[in-house]
């Protein structure tokens, strides 16, 4: 981008004549305005993916499916370079648990997960998303108790 706005200036500064000195102030807040143009309007994403098999240990506990869950959140912060600071905390706990209530559900298996940034000069917009298998856990039988010999 700082090549681009080095060519433009090249250019602008080469197309100028003796006579048109004159008008270099408009030359200048077209600069200006391209300048703040691009700084407002380009924006940098990243994003990264994972799998997780649940979010609690199954072991040999018998589950039923419960059916399929996705969905996305999203936060922001204030980012200067290196330095960012939350306007709040991810609320990721919070999402996981909304999505075991709103599906009636005891625990998630097959996770698959994404994490997307975009960053807007100094604010960045985070979202998560979510998409696995809603289990619900299966009666553990009772023991009955054996009738001791006398």
């Not at 305005?33 to 799998?51: D, R, V, Y």
């Not at 098999?53 to 589950?63: E, L, P, Q």
């Not at 985070?126 to 619900?136: N, T, Y």
Request: proline share 5%; charged share 20%.
């Amino acid at each position: 981008m700082i090549l681009f706005f080095l060519s433009l200036n090249k250019k602008l500064s080469t197309s100028i004549t003796s006579n048109q000195i004159k008008n270099t102030k408009p030359t200048l807040i077209k600069k200006a305005s391209m300048m703040i143009f691009f700084l407002l309007f380009i924006s940098c994403a990243t994003s990264s993916a994972g799998l997780v098999t649940s979010n609690t240990a199954i072991g040999d506990r018998k589950f039923t499916v419960v059916g399929p869950v996705k969905d996305k959140m999203t936060w922001y912060s204030f980012d200067i370079g290196f330095v960012g600071l939350p306007f709040e905390e991810p609320p990721i706990d919070e999402f996981t648990n909304n999505i075991l209530t709103q599906n009636n559900a005891d625990a998630l298996i097959n996770i698959r997960y994404w994490n997307e940034k975009s960053v807007y000069l100094f604010v960045t917009k985070h979202s998560f998303g979510l998409s696995a298998e809603a289990i619900k856990w299966e009666a553990i039988p009772e023991p009955v108790p054996s009738k001791s010999r006398r």
